[in-house]
């Protein structure tokens, strides 16, 4: 197989070592490039193709099911998907609505851009949310803000975003800017993987073009009044750069609703859960107990009490989300015995 092709699209050890014999000799790999509701669009060594997503992917359970990012074995007449490979990374949230199913947002991703812009629409506790998914995943997160050009200011914002975690890179740019590409170059080195996430509006799709240096994706205008995007992406697909690397545009989440992110929030508020340990109580809530060493940072203006709150709440938040889509699953597996013992008992 020519291995160039396939390294430029991301394959690495990792997945090779998960070939048997037989696969190597009689399968191709190739990389999901976008999915769409009955097709997949995948490429490999023979270029790219579609596929369509046969129905037992349909019917398996969400993780199960490729995203893009995958990587999957394809059979010698290239026709139908045998397996998908296991993921390196994966980033995942609780589909919006109603219905509580996890969704599957990308897999096998190496660095998470994190975009926002310098304006109205900044948001920590929003940053902190994509920071746990990048932590949890166990992904390079970066923060990128954009619309430099339009601020007065940039290092404000760019000193907001450093104290969310002292070990995470930050830069401001200006999105259409072709210098952007040297800025991002690091990470869009061949074979690297690179997700964008962040609201409407934020340049996500604009940075994809400026380093595409063509424009392969629609962007829109903002609103004036507080600079909110119109979700301008209405998909996620994977491009590959001319520097080598790989972006996946995708569009803003109104929502992002955390689940199974428990390490990566420790990892994010390291600091909070370190603290923690010198409080005078082994139980203390960092509420109004004596000798909280939280709240004593908090006084001593060495933790943002905001910092906190957030932590809070999205510790809240992702054990509600994990405890409703295990209630789920749950619910799923009794309907599935019933509707066996159904069929029996009529048959019987
Ligand atoms: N001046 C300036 N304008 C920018 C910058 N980045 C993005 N824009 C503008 O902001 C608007 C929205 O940009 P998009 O790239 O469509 O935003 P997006 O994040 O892809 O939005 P969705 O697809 O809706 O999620 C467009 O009019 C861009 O030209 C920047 O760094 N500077
Ligand atoms: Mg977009
Ligand atoms: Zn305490």
């Given at each position: 197989?020519?291995q160039?092709?396939l390294?430029?699209?991301g394959w690495?050890?990792?997945?090779q070592?998960?070939?048997?014999?037989d696969e190597?000799?009689s399968s191709?790999?190739?990389?999901?490039?976008?999915?769409?509701r009955?097709?997949?669009?995948?490429?490999g060594?023979?270029?790219?193709?579609r596929?369509?997503?046969?129905?037992h992917?349909?019917?398996?359970?969400?993780?199960?099911?490729?995203?893009?990012?995958d990587?999957?074995l394809?059979?010698?007449t290239?026709h139908?998907?045998?397996?998908?490979?296991?993921?390196?990374?994966?980033?995942k949230?609780?589909?919006?609505?109603?219905r509580s199913?996890?969704?599957l947002?990308a897999?096998?991703?190496d660095?998470?851009?994190?975009v926002s812009s310098c304006?109205?629409?900044?948001?920590?506790?929003r940053?902190?949310?994509y920071?746990?998914?990048?932590?949890?995943?166990?992904?390079?997160p970066?923060?990128?803000?954009?619309k430099?050009?339009?601020?007065?200011?940039p290092a404000?914002?760019?000193?907001?975003?450093?104290?969310l975690h002292?070990?995470?890179?930050?830069?401001s740019?200006?999105?259409?800017?072709?210098?952007s590409?040297n800025a991002?170059?690091?990470?869009?080195?061949?074979?690297?993987?690179?997700?964008?996430l962040g609201s409407?509006?934020v340049?996500?799709?604009?940075?994809?073009?400026t380093?595409?240096?063509?424009?392969v994706?629609a962007?829109g205008g903002?609103r004036?009044?507080?600079?909110?995007?119109?979700?301008?992406?209405?998909?996620?697909s994977?491009?590959?750069l001319?520097?080598?690397?790989?972006?996946?545009?995708?569009p803003g989440?109104?929502?992002?609703?955390?689940?199974d992110?428990h390490?990566g929030?420790s990892?994010?508020?390291?600091?909070?859960?370190?603290?923690?340990?010198q409080?005078r109580?082994?139980?203390?809530e960092?509420?109004?107990?004596?000798?909280?060493?939280v709240?004593?940072a908090?006084?001593?203006?060495?933790l943002?009490?905001?910092r906190?709150?957030?932590?809070?709440?999205l510790?809240?938040?992702?054990?509600?989300?994990?405890m409703?889509?295990a209630e789920?699953h749950?619910?799923?597996?009794?309907?599935a015995?019933?509707?066996?013992?159904?069929?029996?008992?009529?048959r019987g």
């Amino acid at each position: 197989m020519s291995q160039d092709t396939l390294i430029s699209l991301g394959w690495r050890n990792f997945f090779q070592q998960q070939l048997s014999l037989d696969e190597l000799e009689s399968s191709s790999p190739m990389r999901v490039m976008g999915v769409e509701r009955s097709e997949l669009t995948v490429a490999g060594e023979q270029g790219i193709q579609r596929q369509p997503i046969e129905t037992h992917w349909q019917q398996a359970p969400t993780a199960a099911r490729p995203t893009v990012g995958d990587w999957l074995l394809v059979d010698e007449t290239g026709h139908s998907p045998t397996r998908l490979l296991d993921r390196q990374s994966l980033f995942k949230r609780r589909a919006a609505g109603e219905r509580s199913n996890e969704q599957l947002i990308a897999a096998n991703v190496d660095t998470l851009f994190i975009v926002s812009s310098c304006n109205a629409d900044f948001n920590a506790s929003r940053i902190e949310r994509y920071l746990a998914l990048a932590f949890e995943a166990q992904v390079t997160p970066v923060i990128v803000l954009t619309k430099a050009d339009a601020c007065e200011d940039p290092a404000v914002y760019e000193e907001q975003a450093q104290a969310l975690h002292s070990s995470c890179v930050v830069l401001s740019l200006n999105a259409l800017a072709t210098t952007s590409q040297n800025a991002l170059a690091p990470w869009c080195a061949v074979g690297q993987t690179i997700a964008l996430l962040g609201s409407s509006g934020v340049g996500k799709s604009t940075l994809v073009n400026t380093l595409m240096q063509t424009e392969v994706a629609a962007t829109g205008g903002i609103r004036e009044a507080d600079a909110k995007g119109r979700h301008t992406t209405t998909n996620r697909s994977l491009h590959q750069l001319p520097s080598g690397g790989l972006i996946l545009d995708s569009p803003g989440m109104r929502e992002l609703q955390l689940t199974d992110v428990h390490s990566g929030l420790s990892a994010l508020f390291e600091d909070i859960e370190l603290l923690g340990q010198q409080c005078r109580f082994g139980d203390c809530e960092h509420a109004s107990e004596p000798g909280c060493a939280v709240q004593a940072a908090i006084a001593a203006d060495k933790l943002d009490p905001r910092r906190l709150s957030n932590y809070y709440k999205l510790l809240r938040e992702e054990a509600h989300n994990n405890m409703s889509i295990a209630e789920r699953h749950a619910k799923s597996r009794q309907f599935a015995k019933q509707v066996k013992q159904h069929k029996k008992t009529n048959r019987g």
